[in-house]
């Protein structure tokens, strides 16, 4: 499978507790981007990287989100201190840095905080 | 938040009926995306128009844009029951290389 992979596909964790989600592009993808996704709405952009530096950033990335691309390979998401508005599907995507390719996205990733 | 709007929310159809879609967006883009998703899933790519394109096909597909109203259709022919899923736009604006997606549109293909 060469598409965008992410882990873990599910994870639920009590309220104040970190968690940590990876994605893996597809290899050759400069771009990768994190998105955020609740029941019934559409994707929201969290961040992006052009190989390892992080370009842009949203204001829902809150001081408890840190993302990092180290070597500009794979990806972690990182939630600190969880709260239950942070329970989404949390969706990993790559393409070619060219404005108007196509963006491919993994699985995403569940997140319940309880 | 959204740059697009999909009309409708919810879109319930018969086995072998076309299902349209549209969206509105905002800004100036260079280009469009439409994508599909089953319900749990990631979403799937289904195709993109730039914005000097004003039609596209794609198999059953057919996407239209119209930048003087800021407005994209996505028509789906002969639909079938696996068509049923929520469907995206998805916009690129001239300002920035990410997507801003809208809200959605479900569709029900009933057999």
């Known amino acids: 499978d060469t598409g965008v992979s992410q882990n873990p596909r599910h994870k639920i964790t009590k309220r104040g507790q970190n968690v940590t989600f990876r994605c893996d592009p597809i290899s050759e993808h400069n771009r990768l981007y994190w998105y955020r996704q609740t029941l019934g709405q559409g994707p929201e952009f969290l961040t992006y990287?052009?190989?390892?530096?992080?370009?842009?950033k949203s204001r829902l990335l809150s001081d408890r989100f840190s993302a990092e691309r180290p070597k500009g390979s794979f990806s972690t998401l990182e939630i600190q201190r969880t709260e239950q508005g942070d329970s989404a599907m949390y969706l990993c995507?790559?393409?070619?840095?060219?404005?108007?390719?196509?963006?491919?996205f993994g699985e995403g990733s569940w997140l319940t905080v309880v | 938040s959204q740059q697009g709007e999909e009309d409708p929310q919810a879109l319930s159809i018969q086995e072998g009926e076309n299902a349209t879609m549209n969206c509105s967006y905002k800004?100036?883009?260079?280009?469009l995306q439409w994508y599909r998703q089953n319900s749990g899933r990631g979403l799937v790519h289904l195709i993109l128009i730039r914005s000097n394109e004003r039609e596209k096909h794609s198999g059953r597909l057919r996407v239209t844009l119209d930048t003087s109203k800021k407005s994209s259709s996505l028509l789906i022919t002969a639909s079938r029951a696996a068509d049923t899923a929520s469907y995206f736009c998805?916009?690129?604006?001239?300002?920035?290389?990410?997507?801003?997606f809208g809200e959605g549109t479900q569709l029900t293909v009933n057999p």
């Open positions: 990287f052009q190989n390892e530096a992080q370009l842009e």
């Open positions: 995507a790559s393409s070619l840095g060219i404005s108007g390719n196509t963006i491919y």
């Open positions: 998805a916009t690129e604006e001239t300002s920035g290389s990410r997507l801003t």
């Open positions: 800004t100036s883009i260079n280009n």
